[in-house]
């Protein structure tokens, strides 16, 4: 049973920072690049960062760049991201994913965690 749990969502005011955290389980992830995306109340899912296996390649959508750091564990089946100057608009509920090296869309995705709310007060 192929399993990915997030956690470390929670409330935060503008400006802080939360950390999540995405562990997978159930099979080796070795060939899976690992991603986040986002959706809010009423809004399509959207990416927001992805890293390959090794953990040499990042990518990030332009809303998040600069503020959000994508990050793997050194067993490859956990994956971190860390969000500071958090913002009103960033509140989502945060998916974690794996699937395709570089995809950015998330029908390239094979597996995908429950969520964790991320809430952001002004």
């Known amino acids: 049973q192929v399993q990915l749990v997030e956690s470390g969502g929670g409330l935060v005011q503008a400006g802080g920072s939360l950390r999540l955290s995405c562990a997978a389980s159930g099979r080796t992830f070795s060939s899976y690049a690992m991603g986040w995306f986002r959706q809010a109340p009423g809004k399509e899912r959207e990416f927001v960062a992805t890293?390959?296996?090794?953990?040499?390649?990042?990518y990030y959508a332009d809303s998040v760049k600069g503020r959000f750091t994508i990050s793997r564990g050194n067993a490859k089946n956990t994956v971190y991201l860390q969000m500071n100057s958090l913002k009103p608009e960033d509140t989502a509920v945060y998916y974690c994913?794996?699937?395709?090296?570089?995809?950015?869309?998330?029908?390239?995705?094979?597996?995908w965690g429950q969520g964790t709310q991320v809430t952001v007060s002004s």
């Open positions: 890293i390959s296996w090794s953990g040499g390649n990042t």
């Open positions: 994913a794996a699937g395709s090296p570089g995809a950015t869309i998330s029908y390239a995705y094979d597996y």
